[in-house]
Structure formats: structure tokens, C-alpha cells
């Protein structure tokens, strides 16, 4: 257990309820567990996901328990989760059930992760985006009401995430091996990255069980390649920041907001160049207030464990 007996955000912008809270952000690809006293972080841990939309419940379970043995749970007063798939009152209650036995007792509050990522941001409104492994869109207004877009999953959507660059890098690589031309060199470093020979051996590699995790993990392969100037790993940033913006953009005009609307995870955080494309995709559409999170989302705890303490009162 590493012990953190330092504040490791500026949390200035906010009165820190005076409360022992562990928060949660359960993404594709990791679990991080953060324990606070008063604001203060005391330690903070990680493991692999528990998202069962990721992995089955029993990975999940087991990474849960091996998270709370490495957190300190004695006097924890507050647990706030927030994870992929939490589409419905059913999905929160099936992830807080696992995470109970870990803290008998303690009050488990679930939510979306999009919820952490604009309460990271400190925005009571607006809309937070999410480009990690997956991607989704979610926001409110001052009046309360709420919208989503996409957040479906991989099947189904997750336009702009780790995993659509994994899968479209495939799709070039079958592409170009389809036109009998020799592989370029986003396709050299993929069939490197997968162990493999040739372009056809990504068929069968694709479907023979690899996870969204795995394919989300060749995106920096499109990212490197495209700072090198290949001009279809350019292309597919282009459209990522673009499907990105279209998800943000929908959330807001369904609210009637002009922003702010926060960028946020790891390909969203840490790319510059999709950061940009995400901007003036906006930018285009009239939306300015744009901002790229400058935290890590765990640290939206904070603020909504303010904002059930305000509640509370």
C-alpha cells in the first residue's frame, strides 16, 4: 500500500467535506481507488478493470478485492464509484453490490464516468466527454435535466476511443491487402505490435478473443504514425475529433448549453493533435468554451461527494 499523507490535487476551488471517502474510476482498461481524509489523499491504488462490460464479473470481483487490500477501509464514511455502463438504475445497483462486501456499512454511490470527468473539470453544468478505451458524451443544465450520447459500447458505438483506432488500423491494414498493395508503415508496426507475419493473420487475431483492451492499446501506433506525417492515420484522428465534437455537440443543443464542455481520459487528456480537431470541430459548430481536463476524473469525487453534502443540508 503506498500512503500519500499530502494533497496531490489543488482542491482550493471547493470545501472539502469533512469525511474519510474512498472514490473509484473504473475504466476499460483499470480500476483506481483513491482514499481522502478531509481532502487530503492518504493513499492511492490500482488494479485491472472491473467493468463488466470489459471483463467478466468474476475479474471484476477479484479486482475489486485486491483493490480494497491494498486501500485502508477502517472509518470510511462515503464510497463514490463512477464506471462505463452505467446506463440504468439496474447497472449501478449490480456494480455497488460488488463493491459492498469490501465496506459493510458504508453508503456506495454510482454513477456514469462522464459524471467524474465534469465534476473533475469543477462544472456544475456542461457537458464532459469521454475519449479512453471508449467514448461517451454526457451533461446538465441549470435546470437539472440530463442527456447522453453514445456510451453504447464497442459493438454499437464508442466513435473516437482507443479501441476504434485499434479496429480501424486493422481495417487499413485488410484494406491495402485487399488492393495488393505491400504494407505501409502503420501496418508493419501493428503486425509487429500483434506478434504476427502478415495482414490476412489479423482476421482470425481480431476474432479469436482479443479484447477491446488489447485493440484500445495499439492506438498510440496510429498516433506515432501520424506525427510522421502518414496520411491515413492523419485522416482517422481527423475523424475521431470529429465524431468526438459530434457526441459533445448533441448533449449540448439537447440542453441548451453553450459549455463548457470538458475533454477528458486518456486519449482525450494526452493527444494534442485530437485535442485540436476536437476544438475546431466545436469551434465550427459554435461552441468555444471547450477545455481539456487537467486532472485525472477520480478527482471529481471531491466535488460530488460536496455536492451530496450540500444536498444532505
Known amino acids: 500500500m503506498r500512503l500519500l499523507p499530502t494533497i496531490l490535487r489543488d482542491v482550493s476551488s471547493t470545501s472539502i467535506p469533512p469525511t474519510a471517502i474512498i472514490g473509484l474510476d473504473i475504466g476499460g482498461s483499470k480500476t483506481r481507488g483513491i482514499l481522502w481524509h478531509d481532502g487530503v489523499v492518504i493513499a492511492d491504488e490500482q488494479t485491472g478493470s472491473a467493468n ?98 453514445g456510451g453504447w459500447g464497442y459493438l454499437l458505438g464508442d466513435e473516437g476511443s482507443g479501441y476504434w483506432f485499434g479496429r480501424e488500423a486493422v481495417r487499413h491494414s485488410l484494406h491495402r491487402m485487399n488492393l495488393g498493395l505491400s504494407p505501409d508503415q502503420l501496418t508493419v508496426s501493428l503486425l509487429e505490435k500483434c506478434g504476427l507475419k502478415e495482414s490476412g493473420e489479423l482476421i482470425a487475431h481480431f476474432h479469436s478473443g482479443t479484447s477491446r483492451r488489447y485493440w484500445a492499446s495499439m492506438s498510440p501506433l496510429i498516433l506515432n504514425a501520424a506525427l510522421q506525417g502518414h496520411p491515413e492515420s492523419l485522416a482517422m484522428i481527423e475523424q475521431a475529433g470529429t465524431d468526438l465534437a459530434a457526441l459533445a455537440a448533441q ?46 476524473p477520480i478527482f471529481g469525487v471531491l466535488d460530488l461527494a460536496l455536492q451530496a453534502s450540500v444536498s444532505k443540508n
Do not use: C, Y
Open 251 to 296: 448533449v449540448a443543443e439537447q440542453l441548451a448549453l453553450s459549455g463548457p464542455i470538458v475533454l477528458g481520459s486518456g486519449l482525450g487528456m494526452h493527444q494534442p493533435p485530437l485535442q485540436k480537431v476536437f476544438r475546431d470541430q466545436l469551434a465550427a459548430r459554435g461552441f468555444h468554451e471547450v477545455r481539456v481536463l487537467d486532472q485525472d
Open 52 to 149: 463488466v462490460q470489459n471483463v467478466s464479473i468474476d475479474e471484476a470481483r477479484q479486482n475489486l478485492q485486491k483493490l480494497f487490500s491494498l486501500l485502508p477501509t477502517d472509518g470510511v464514511e462515503q464510497i463514490f464509484a463512477g464506471s462505463g455502463g452505467i446506463d440504468t438504475e439496474a447497472d449501478a445497483e449490480a456494480l455497488a453490490s460488488l463493491i459492498r462486501p469490501h465496506v459493510p456499512g458504508v453508503p456506495v454511490t454510482v454513477v456514469h464516468d462522464t459524471r467524474l470527468l465534469l465534476a473533475a473539470g469543477h462544472a456544475s453544468v456542461g457537458v464532459a466527454v469521454i475519449a479512453g478505451t471508449g467514448s461517451a458524451a454526457w451533461g446538465i443544465n441549470d435546470a437539472g435535466a440530463q442527456a447522453r450520447a
